[in-house]
């Protein structure tokens, strides 16, 4: 299972050259025009290279080191494909993957500016409803982490429940219920304590609720 929630920034000027970077069988996955069908092609391709000479739909168990090394190739090759088409603005790349073992999530943007769309997860040992009315909580009776949720907001009244996951980080649940927080360390990177990111640019596109930089403002495609 593929998800997208975000946009690959003037993803018309781009996609043919990402196209042509994808073999005839996974170029006639895509049913529609849209950047994340076409993102996921392209993870497709890159895993496959990853895993050959074993088959996409073997039945065989894809390690989530490997899972993570395509998700971190698969945001590299659409920055390069940027800056091939000379494109500056930010995309936003929150991706996740699931196989149905492991599941590979991100909270990306182009930028070391701004902030990425909003991330939060939520972990422990049951989840219920506590009270009428649809208020559910996540419970913790023991260091066990038998549930963890992975979400654009959080989906319940009880805030503390949920951790926001920072910009630029990839969030790991392997088939033993263990999270890893994983930075992505590329040329958007920055140090959460280096520096405050703007949020007005995910936030215009809805993705994010502003917050007030403590800095000056910055340009979208300024680059560190």
């Given at each position: 299972?593929?998800?997208?929630?975000?946009?690959?920034?003037?993803?018309?000027?781009?996609?043919?050259?990402?196209?042509?970077?994808?073999?005839?069988?996974?170029?006639?996955?895509?049913?529609?025009?849209?950047?994340?069908?076409?993102?996921?092609?392209?993870?497709?391709?890159?895993?496959?290279?990853?895993?050959?000479?074993?088959?996409?739909?073997?039945?065989?168990?894809?390690?989530?080191?490997?899972?993570?090394?395509?998700?971190?190739?698969?945001i590299q090759t659409l920055n390069s494909l940027a800056k091939k088409h000379g494109i500056t603005d930010p995309s936003l790349?929150?991706?996740?993957?699931?196989?149905?073992?492991?599941?590979?999530?991100?909270?990306?943007?182009?930028?070391?500016?701004?902030?990425?769309?909003?991330?939060?997860?939520?972990?422990?040992?049951?989840?219920?409803?506590?009270?009428p009315g649809g208020h559910y909580r996540m419970s913790k009776s023991d260091k066990r982490e038998n549930i963890i949720m992975?979400?654009?907001?959080?989906?319940?009244?009880?805030?503390a429940d949920w951790m926001e996951i920072p910009t630029n980080t990839m969030v790991v649940i392997t088939p033993k219920m263990?999270?890893?927080?994983?930075?992505?360390?590329?040329?958007?990177?920055?140090?959460?304590?280096?520096?405050?990111?703007?949020?007005?640019?995910?936030?215009?596109?809805?993705?994010?609720?502003?917050?007030?930089?403590?800095?000056?403002?910055?340009?979208?495609?300024?680059?560190?």
């Open positions: 299972m593929w998800m997208h929630n975000g946009g690959i920034e003037s993803f018309d000027v781009l996609k043919r050259s990402l196209q042509a970077l994808l073999p005839d069988d996974i170029f006639s996955i895509p049913q529609g025009n849209t950047d994340s069908e076409w993102a996921f092609a392209l993870f497709l391709s890159i895993l496959s290279n990853h895993i050959h000479p074993k088959p996409l739909l073997s039945p065989d168990p894809i390690p989530h080191l490997v899972l993570r090394r395509a998700m971190l190739d698969t790349l929150n991706f996740c993957i699931a196989d149905g073992q492991t599941v590979v999530a991100t909270r990306y943007v182009s930028s070391s500016t701004q902030e990425a769309a909003s991330l939060y997860y939520s972990s422990g040992t049951s989840f219920g409803e506590y009270a992975i979400a654009s907001e959080p989906l319940t009244f009880e805030k263990n999270l890893l927080q994983i930075p992505i360390v590329d040329e958007f990177y920055v140090p959460n304590l280096a520096r405050s990111r703007a949020s007005e640019f995910a936030a215009t596109k809805g993705l994010l609720s502003l917050k007030t930089p403590t800095g000056p403002p910055k340009q979208y495609g300024e680059v560190a």
